[in-house]
């Protein structure tokens, strides 16, 4: 009773709430489908009693009233630490700046160089403990709340419940105020994959053993690996990654999953965030199948070696024939983010029987019709080298797997050329000539 009684305490109206935001202050709005909605509408209607708001977010997946109102920055500068389809709409409207990370270091950076003056996080209804839960967002929550002046919460009851794992929890003791809500859960339809991406997904598949250790990226190719996983015969599978998708459902119901070879958390799906569908939403709803962690655990590199035969699946936008690879940006414009593609290059490959795989397909078709190669001499002008040439293993596309660790300039390149669409080798051989990376004895 008593958590009852500090609940209708604490409970107020998201124009109350809103207040406590002053100008000159730093913001966390929350991160991927666990972000504030009807309190970023009522800060939104302070625009012209505030100065110099900062507010910082995770992939956002809805819009944002705050930018609406002030689209030119005027008062509210909006961050973000990976970026949606929706936020790099705002990049190009010159609405949004982007934070880069290192993804498992990311709560050290709110409990030792960040400010947080208002914390305002989407949260499950509160239990019978007064814990309010994090729902499918706990990846750096907790070090969000630790850090914050005041903390709000927006409680939706259409969220789902998640078990831990840890740090997937705060206490009506820790808070300031709290807001009720009644939003739909974001849902992000599975990417479709193409034929390529299908392609890519079948050389993949039988390099899997039974009782690995899988992690999965965002996009139709990771997709594409989880849905010919649900078909296969492989089995004893284990689960460590950073984003649970629809995929691992098909899996876990296909009886690919029981995580029963794992080194750490043996039995369960580990992850830190989910995005989706309803599916995943309805699946990690008080499933104890299910663990969420926040990701200075599951991301740590030295967590991620200790499981056997993990295998890193991650997807990327171009590679050169140095090997460095962009998974982030076209040229200047920022595409997503680093994530923790970085996190699960190095654990998988430091792993026992460990296997780390960036892949791509090997050229795409532009609005014109014209293909273009992804493969290039250098990276596009501007663009991110999101993995160092130093840490790259395994590079995928349809037309094969090459491994670099260990190669010379001029191996690289004859490997990465043989990766390539058909129609570009000829002219980056001819680039790798000039590069003077290419030896004669190589492969026409």
Same mark, same amino acid.
């Given at each position: 009773m008593q958590f009852v009684n500090e609940y209708r305490q604490k409970l107020v109206s998201a124009d109350v709430a809103a207040k406590a935001v002053k100008s000159g202050d730093w913001v966390d709005y929350g991160q991927?489908?666990?972000?504030?909605?009807?309190?970023?509408?009522?800060?939104?209607k302070r625009k012209d009693e505030l100065q110099d708001v900062k507010i910082r977010a995770t992939t956002r997946t809805t819009p944002l009233a705050v930018v609406q109102a002030d689209p030119h920055q005027e008062v509210f500068t909006y961050n973000n630490f990976h970026y949606s389809g929706y936020d790099r709409k705002l990049q190009d409207q010159g609405s949004a700046f982007f934070i880069p990370i290192f993804y498992h270091e990311k709560p050290g950076y709110y409990k030792n160089f960040l400010d947080v003056d208002v914390a305002i996080l989407a949260v499950t209804p509160m239990d019978d403990f007064g814990y309010f839960n994090f729902s499918t967002s706990v990846a750096t929550s907790r070090a969000i709340v630790e850090k914050a002046k005041i903390v709000i919460l927006e409680v939706n009851p259409n969220l789902p419940r998640v078990m831990g794992g840890n740090n997937e929890t705060v206490? +009506?003791?820790?808070? #300031?105020?709290? !807001?009720?809500? %009644?939003?739909?859960?974001?849902?992000?339809?599975n990417a479709l994959p193409s034929k390529e991406d299908e392609q890519i997904a079948s050389l993949i598949i039988p390099e899997i053993r039974n009782g690995s250790c899988i992690q999965l990226g965002i996009g139709g190719m990771p997709n594409a690996v989880g849905s010919l996983i649900a078909k296969s015969d492989?089995?004893?599978?284990?689960?460590?990654?950073?984003?649970?998708?629809?995929?691992?459902?098909?899996?876990?119901?296909?009886g690919n999953l029981n995580g029963s070879q794992k080194q750490l958390d043996k039995g369960k799906i580990v992850y830190t965030f989910a995005m989706g569908t309803n599916k995943t939403y309805e699946f990690l709803h008080n499933n104890p199948a299910a663990a969420a962690y926040s990701v200075d655990y599951v991301n740590?590199?030295?967590? +991620?070696?200790?499981? #056997?035969?993990? !295998?890193?699946? %991650?997807?990327c936008m171009e590679i050169d024939l140095y090997g460095q690879v962009s998974s982030e940006s076209v040229g200047t414009r920022q595409i997503s983010g680093t994530g923790g593609q970085g996190d699960f290059t190095i654990g998988s490959y430091e792993s026992k029987g460990g296997q780390s795989y960036i892949a791509m397909t090997s050229s795409y078709v532009?609005?014109?019709?014209?293909?273009?190669?992804?493969?290039?001499?250098?990276?596009?002008q501007g663009s991110i080298v999101t993995i160092p040439r130093s840490l790259v293993s395994n590079i995928v596309t349809e037309y094969g797997i090459v491994n670099l660790k260990g190669k010379s300039t001029w191996e690289r390149a004859e490997g990465i050329i043989s990766l390539a669409h058909p129609d570009f080798r000829d002219d980056?051989?001819?680039?790798?000539?000039?590069?003077?990376?290419?030896?004669r004895s190589n492969k026409r």
């Open positions: 991927f489908v666990c972000q504030t909605q009807v309190v970023d509408e009522a800060l939104a206490h +009506i003791s820790e808070i #300031d105020y709290i !807001v009720e809500a %009644n939003w739909a859960v974001p849902e992000i339809p492989l089995k004893d599978l284990g689960v460590h990654t950073e984003m649970f998708v629809d995929a691992f459902v098909d899996m876990y119901e296909a740590d590199p030295m967590i +991620i070696r200790q499981q #056997d035969n993990m !295998v890193g699946i %991650n997807n532009d609005r014109a019709g014209q293909r273009h190669s992804r493969i290039k001499n250098f990276l596009s980056l051989i001819k680039q790798a000539e000039q590069m003077n990376i290419w030896r």
